[in-house]
């Protein structure tokens, strides 16, 4: 006679054997529709060609990438790259002073390059074409252009950095920590009192120059958007980095952070490259670089001072110079650089991609930042223990060389990193897995969201930078008064001994 265990678990079995051709068929139906990413950002690239090859296992991916260069996904997703416009101003100038000159504010030359990548893709209609069922896009400076084009179809955001966060925040209707935007010649939440207060009038430049620099001629090329009704359409959005790792996160159930990518597919470097590995250990140069080429000066003095180190310089970037001694070049992923045991250091840009990578590893890192994203991810780092800063425009081959031999025989930096590093590596469900479950789910069980009106001058300050000037300004205020009363009375002292003498 068959006991009672013995058929539950017979009648569970015959449940998930009828159960498996729905599942199948479900499988079958994911993998069938088409999801395309699509960004005009030459920033972002990198982070979508490596999205690209995440998803590429489970679905039919096409990656839409403008420029003429710049990374790709690797088969099976596919890929159309589209050329740089005539109008692009990255044909004929240099965007490195630009950043420099504004390094809070997205530069003008900037802003114009993304509205030629609108313009290329209203010209060659390409998402018209690919018909996608779900679009992962870059949101800030792309959101006119990409869901006028695309109004059907699902919308996953995408962000490279926080640059653009509050911006895109408030479309999706949540709270930015405003008190904690960027100030310059401070960092992050580290400002006092005026520099706080001084955010309201950036918050509000910030807006407005984006409404009339991106958003009205994006409409001009695309034709006018609801914003309101188009971001009904994002289920979430996906920043690059770590929760963890931020000082500020909004609060919004949509934003999500991408955690690290490239941290779960590294394997070993070449036989060749792991020989020529001194004993004393490997320095890593990743210097992405999107925007700019880098000027002979800059390179000339980045390998003069890697140079000068007895570690072994290994460059993935091709940023120092050709033919220089003792520099490794190779073009290996950053994940198999610094997985190998000798790596001690890491020269990077410092996105957030980069530093989440190298404290993966446990390797610390020396920051030279270029890009506005790039600045505010480099002072997280500083701030976190786990990184030096150099100005690009003050490095000498000597401060290099400095740098270099400070962060590799700091105690406290490598306490650091392994801390950050054993607090981060131990993830149930990695990011990347829960962005591929999202897109996954999202696929099969189309869901309409709701968006949230968005806050207005108000309420962004009314609890926090306003709260504050009120408070500061009573407090003004009942000291004038008790200043004035103070001289009142003693004016008053002063005048009766001169009435009684009159008496």
């Not at 809070?104 to 030359?109: F, I, M, R, Y």
């Not at 060659?124 to 069922?133: C, E």
Request: glycine content about 6%.
């Amino acid at each position: 006679m068959m006991t009672l265990p013995r058929a539950a678990a017979c009648a569970l079995t015959a449940l998930a054997v009828l159960s498996l051709p729905a599942a199948l068929s479900a499988a079958d139906a994911a993998a069938a529709k088409h999801v395309v990413l699509v960004t005009t950002d030459q920033e972002a690239q990198l982070l979508v060609a490596e999205l690209a090859q995440l998803l590429a296992a489970d679905h039919r991916v096409t990656a839409v990438l403008y420029g003429d260069l710049g990374p790709e996904p690797a088969p099976p997703a596919a890929t159309v790259r589209l050329a740089t416009a005539e109008s692009d101003p990255g044909r004929r100038l240099s965007w490195l002073e630009r950043w420099e000159r504004h390094p809070l504010l997205t530069p003008d030359a900037v802003v114009a390059s993304r509205l030629a990548g609108c313009g290329a893709l209203q010209r060659t209609g390409v998402l018209a074409d690919l018909r996608p069922d779900l679009i992962i896009t870059t949101l800030f400076l792309d959101d006119a252009c990409v869901l006028a084009l695309a109004p059907d179809a699902a919308v996953v955001g995408l962000m490279p950095s926080s640059v653009g966060l509050p911006w895109v925040t408030q479309q999706l209707g949540g709270h930015y920590p405003v008190s904690r935007l960027p100030v310059h010649g401070y960092p992050l939440g580290d400002g006092d009192f005026y520099a706080r207060l001084g955010n309201l009038w950036r918050w509000w430049t910030v807006t407005r120059l984006t409404q009339r620099q991106y958003q009205v001629p994006a409409a001009a090329l695309v034709g006018h958007t609801d914003l309101e009704a188009a971001y009904e359409r994002v289920s979430a959005v996906f920043v690059s980095g770590d929760s963890r790792l931020q000082q500020d996160v909004p609060c919004d159930h949509r934003l999500r952070f991408l955690g690290c990518i490239e941290c779960a597919r590294f394997g070993d470097l070449p036989k060749d490259q792991q020989s020529a590995v001194s004993t004393a250990g490997l320095l890593v140069i990743r210097l992405d670089h999107p925007y700019t080429t880098l000027p002979d000066s800059f390179t000339a003095t980045l390998t003069e001072g890697v140079t000068g180190s007895p570690l072994t310089p290994m460059d993935l970037s091709n940023v120092t110079k050709e033919g220089a001694p003792r520099i490794v070049r190779s073009s290996a992923p950053a994940s198999d650089a610094l997985a190998h045991p000798r790596a001690r250091l890491l020269v990077s840009e410092c996105s957030p991609a980069s530093v989440l990578l190298a404290i993966h590893f446990s390797v610390p890192i020396i920051c030279i930042p270029f890009t506005a994203g790039q600045k505010m991810a480099a002072a997280r780092a500083v701030a976190l223990g786990v990184a030096t800063q150099l100005d690009r425009r003050q490095l000498t081959a000597d401060a290099l060389r400095s740098a270099v031999t400070t962060v590799t025989s700091s105690a406290g930096t490598r306490r650091a990193v392994r801390a950050w590093a054993d607090a981060l590596r131990h993830d149930a469900v990695s990011p990347a897995a829960q962005l591929a479950h999202h897109v996954r789910h999202l696929l099969l069980f189309e869901r309409a969201w709701r968006r949230r009106p968005a806050p207005t001058l108000l309420q962004y300050y009314c609890l926090d930078v306003l709260g504050t000037a009120l408070v500061s300004g009573s407090v003004a205020l009942g000291t004038v008064a008790l200043l004035f009363y103070w001289v009142f009375r003693v004016i008053a002292a002063r005048a009766q001994p001169d009435k009684d003498k009159v008496e």
